[in-house]
């Protein structure tokens, strides 16, 4: 059995509201259900041997990235984060990237048992 995901239990909770059928065990039932959640990622920038190209701004997934107003030593715009909780360390960056100036990486969450 695959985990639910927020959406279902969402449309399971307005489906059962509608018939009629919600009390407040289904609540309960909710509140224990394991939602898988997005990794997290951090991401690192070399703004020296950046040289502006944008690839990496414009093959992030979760639009992380965008391109700086100030210049680097080189007279680029290099990258900037301006959303690093929507990170999710795929990398996507790092590998379109031609002078290797950034990165992604995922972030280790906590111990499982450790709230």
């Known amino acids: 059995m695959q985990p639910a995901t927020r959406s279902t239990l969402l ?4 489906l059962l ?7 407040p065990s289904c609540d309960e039932f ?15 920038i070399t703004a020296e041997r950046c040289k502006g190209c944008g690839f990496c ?4 997934p979760t639009k992380v990235l965008a391109l700086s107003s100030a210049f680097n030593s080189k007279g680029y ?6 959303a690093l909780d ?3 360390g795929c990398d996507l960056c790092g590998m379109y990237c031609p002078d290797f100036a950034i990165y992604g990486f995922k972030v280790a969450g ?4 450790v709230k």
């Open 11 to 14: 449309k399971s909770r307005y």
């Open 17 to 23: 509201a509608k018939s009629g059928v919600w009390n």
């Open 30 to 44: 909710l509140a224990r259900a394991q939602i898988p959640t997005m990794a997290k990622g951090n991401v690192s």
């Open 57 to 60: 701004v414009e093959f992030c």
């Open 77 to 82: 715009h290099p990258p900037h984060v301006v």
């Open 86 to 88: 929507k990170c999710s």
């Open 110 to 113: 906590p111990a499982k048992g």
